[in-house]
C-alpha cells in the first residue's frame, strides 16, 4: 500500500515553509513596505550587518581573495558576513532556495584550519563564499531546481562543479533560485516562488540565474556560478549590472549537476561566474580549467588555460583592437539606454585608439528559428515528465496576473518562428544540426571576411552587442533572448560586463522606426524612460569559439577603458 | 517534362565504364589471374614502374617529405610514381574511385613551380601525394561515397580539408573506395564495386576506408586520409598492415566533406591519416593543427598543437609508463595471432622498463549497445532517402554469395542489442546521450582507478588493445566493431599501429573457451591459421580524449620497443 500523493502546494509550501525555517531568526529583518520599489539600500539600512562587514562584502573581488588566500583574513568571518548580506537580499529579493548557515560557517572554519596548520592556501579559492544556482548538486541537499518533483530528493553526491570547488578551498554558502523549466530569462517556480529585481520590484531579476542575479546586485555573495542555454547566465547579469562569462560547451564541468532537458547535446548548457567584479571572470575560470577538469568530467575539453591568449596574442596584443558594434539585429531593436551604452562604448574604445565598426548581422531570425526549435525538439515531454510526478502545473507565463500587460505578446516571435511544439524525430533532429552548422560556417567565413574592412590586418576581434535589447523589465515580459540565442548557436565565448545606468533625461524614446516584427513593434511601445530609470545597463563582448582567454583579456581592457572614459567625462 | 529515370545499373555501369577510362592505356598492367590469392608484389613484376620508382614509392614518409620539402626531389616525379603504383593497386585490388591524372600532375607542377620561384617550401606537407576516402569533396569532381545517386554532382567547392591540404603544399592525388553507407567494416558499392584485401583478395580490406586500406598497403600512396565513425580507420588498417589514428571529435576540419548519416552529432566520423609510415601521424596531424582549423571549421576544437603533451609531460616523459592489455573485452575474444601480438607488446615493452597490467573491460556491452543504437536512431532514414533517388537497393550483406558461409552470423549480435531499427524521437535519443554520458563518467572513473594498481603513480597511460578481434576475414563476415566502438563512444584518441604477420606454425587454434555469445563462438569457428597466414596483425593504443598529440608520442615510443624486440629475437 502506497501512501496517497500529497498535493503539490501543501509539499511546495511546507518545502516554502523549511526555507524560512532555515533563516536565523536573529538575522531576520524589517522588511520594507511594497510601495519601496529599490531595496538596494537594504543591507546599510537594515541594520542586521557591521560596517565592518558591510566594508567586507563590498570590497571588490581580488581584495578579498588576495586577503584570504594570504590569511589575512578568516573565511569564517567573509562568510558570516556574506550570509547575513544574502539572507537580508533574500528577505527582499527572494532569490535563495538553499539556506544552510552552520555548514557554510563548518565549511569556513574548516578552510581556515587549514591555513593555520599548512600555512598556506588551500587553493586559490582560498575561503571565498560562491553562491551557486539551484543546479549544482550538493551531497545531502535537495535539488530542487524549480520543481516540486525533486522535494526530498537528497543528493548522494557533489556534482563535479562543487567537488572541484571545495578542492579549491572556495567555501559554497547559499543555493539560489530558478524558474521552472529553467527555460525562462525569468525567475519563478511554484516551489520558492518569484525572484524580483533589487533595484525594482515590479521588474523581473532576469533568468534562469535569476537568483543569482538579485544576490549579487546586492553583494549579498562575491562570487556565484550560473548557467546559459540560451542567455541564462547574460540576461540576469544585464538586469542586475554584474560582470559574467558564457564560456563555450564544455570548458567548464557541468557533469553531476541537476539539468533542464536532460541529454539534450545540440546546444548544450555551460556554467559560468557571475560577479560584481571583474576579477571573476579570470580567477574562475582559470581556477577551473588549472585543476584539469577534464580529469572529472569526460566531457570538458582538455583545453589548458592558455596565458598567450589572455594576453591577447591573436588580438595585437590589445593594442590596436577592432571591434564590431551591433546596433541592431534587425529582429528587436535595442531600447534608448542599450544605443547610448554602446555610443559611449563606441567613443571611449575610438579614444583610445581602437577601431569599431558596424556589425553587420547575419542570418540572425534562421539562427534563432533552429536553435529554438531544437530546445523544443521533445515537443515539451521532458517538462511534462518532470511535472507530472508531483502533478505540479506547468508554468506558462512568468507574469504575475494574466493579462496585467497592456502590450500584447501572446503570440511570441519564438512560438511563430518554431511552430507549435511537437515531437521531433532523430533524423529531423539531424537535419536541424546540419542547418545549425552550415549556419555556424556561414557566421565564421561572414566574422573571417571583416578583415577587409577593419583596417587591423585581422577580422573583427570581438562584437560588442546588447546582451537584452532591453534593461529589466516588469515580470512576464522577458520575451525576447534573441541577442543571447547567437552565441549559444553559434557557440561563441561571450562575456556580460554592466556600461551604465538608465538616464530618463538622456534616454528618451526614439521615434518610431521601421519595425522588424510585431515583437519589435511591441517592446519599442514598451520604453518608458521614467519606469526603468536607474537600472543597469549592460552589454556583451562575443568573441569566438572556446576563446575564454581572449575573451576575458579583451572584456578587460574594453571594461577599464570604458571606466576612464566615464571618469574623464563625469559620467554614471 | 521530365526525361525518363536511367536505372541504376546503367548509371553505375556508365560510370564504372568512365572510371576505367580515367586509367592511361600505357598504365595498364597484365591483371594476374585470381588463382593468385596475394597481389602485394605486382608493383613490382608488372614492369611498369621504374626501379627508381618503386624505390621512391617504397621509401619512408618522413624521408619523403624531407626531400620533397628541400627541392631534392621533384613533387612532379613523386606524384607520377604514386600515381603509377596506385593505379597497378587499384586494377588488382579496385581500390580506387576518382582517378585524375593530369589534375593530379599539374597541381604537382605547380607545387615545384612555387619552390623554384620562392627557394622554399609551400608548407609542411610541400609536393606530398596524398590519398583521399571518397568524402572529402574536391571542386569539379563527383564524390560518389558509394551512392548510384551521387553520380553527375559536381562539387563547386573543396572540403575545408582540401583547402587546407592545398595550402599546406599537398597533392591530392587520388580518391578511394568506401561501402555504401559508409557504415560497414568492409567496402562494397553498387557503383564501384568491392574492394579486395591485396594480402588475399577472398578476403576483406575493412571498411569504411578500405579503398584507402588496400592501395596504402601496396604503397600506392604515402599516406591517405580516411574517417571512422565505429572503427573505419582502425579496421583497414588492421587488416591491411597500417598506421593510423583515430581523432577525438572535432579535432580536425571535417567541414564541407560528404558523410552518411549528416547531422548525426551524437558520435561525430572523424577523419584521421593512414600510412605504411609512423611519422604519418605527427605531420598530419601537427601540419593541420598548426594551420588553425578553429578558423575554417566552425566545429574544430581550438586547441593548439601541444607538443609539451606529444613529449608526454603527462606520462612521465614517456620514461616509465604504464599500459593497461586488453586481452578480452568480454564481447569477442581475439583470435590467436592478437593474442601472440599482444603477449609481445607486453614483453618488449617490460623488457624497456615499462609496466604492462591487466586491464578490466567496464560495461562493454552497455556501451556497444548505447553507440549502436545511437547510430541507427532515424531507423535507416538516412540511407533509405540516399538510394530512393536512384532507386539502387540497399545493400545488405557484403557478403560476394549469399550463404556462402557456414558460420551462421545472421543474427548479430549488433541487432540483438539495438532492436529491430525504428526511428527514435528527439526525446529517447537525449536520453541515450544521457546514458551515453553517464557511461564516459563510469569509464573515466575507472581509468583513473588504475592509479592504485600501476605503481607508477599515475593511472594507466594508455590502454593498448587489438583493433578487431581478428585479422582480415572473407567478405561478408566483418560483423564485430566492439574493439573500435569503444573508442567512438567514449571519444578517446586512438592510433593503430601494426605487429606482427600471422604465423601458422605459432597461431595455432586455441582450445574452445567459455563463449561469451553466440557470436563469440562463431568468431571462435572462423578461425583457421592456414587460411589468415601472412596477413597483418595491428592493435590500437588507446589514449584520454583530446590526447591526440600523446598517443601519438607514445605509438612512437611502444612501436620503437617492439620493432627492437623483433630485430633482437628475430621475429617478424
Known sequence: MSTPKEDWRTLCSRRKQKQNENIPPEWRIQVPSKDVQNVMDVPYTCG??????????????DDLVADLTSGKLKSEDATRAFLKRAIVAHQVTNCLTEIFVDRALDRAREVDKYMEEHGKPMGPLHGLPISLKDQFTMKGLETIMGYASNIGKFADHDCVLVEMLYELGAVPFVRTNVPQTLMWGETQNNVFGRTTNPYNHHLTAGGSSGGEGALLAMNGSPLGVGTDIDGSLRIPSAFCGLYTLRPSYERLPYHGAANALTGQESISSVLGPMSHS?????????????????????????????????????????????????????????HPPLKRAMEMVKRALEEAGHVVIDWEPLNHVDIYRVAQTILVADGGEDYRRDCEVSGEPLITSMSPEKDAHQIDLEVSLVKMLTGPPRSRSAYELWQLHTEKRNLRKAYL??????????????PVDAIISPAVAYTAVPHGLNYDSFYTTLGNAMDYACSGFPVTVVDPEQDMPHDPHDFHNHEDAAFYKLYHHELFAGLPVGLQLIGRTLEEEAVIGMTEIVDGIVKDYKKRNNLQ
Chains 1, 2 share one sequence.
Open 48 to 61: 542586521l550587518l557591521s560596517p565592518e562587514e558591510l566594508a567586507l562584502t563590498d570590497r571588490d573581488l
Open 445 to 458: 567565413d561572414h566574422w573571417n571576411a571583416t578583415a577587409k574592412r577593419t583596417g587591423t590586418g585581422r
Open 278 to 334: 571583474l576579477g571573476s571572470l579570470k580567477l574562475f575560470t582559470k581556477a577551473l580549467v588549472d585543476a584539469r577538469p577534464w580529469e572529472r568530467d569526460p566531457l570538458v575539453v582538455r583545453k589548458p588555460w592558455n596565458e598567450d591568449e589572455y594576453r591577447l596574442v591573436d588580438h595585437d596584443r590589445g593594442k590596436r583592437m577592432c571591434f564590431g558594434m551591433l546596433w541592431d539585429n534587425k529582429v528587436v531593436k535595442p
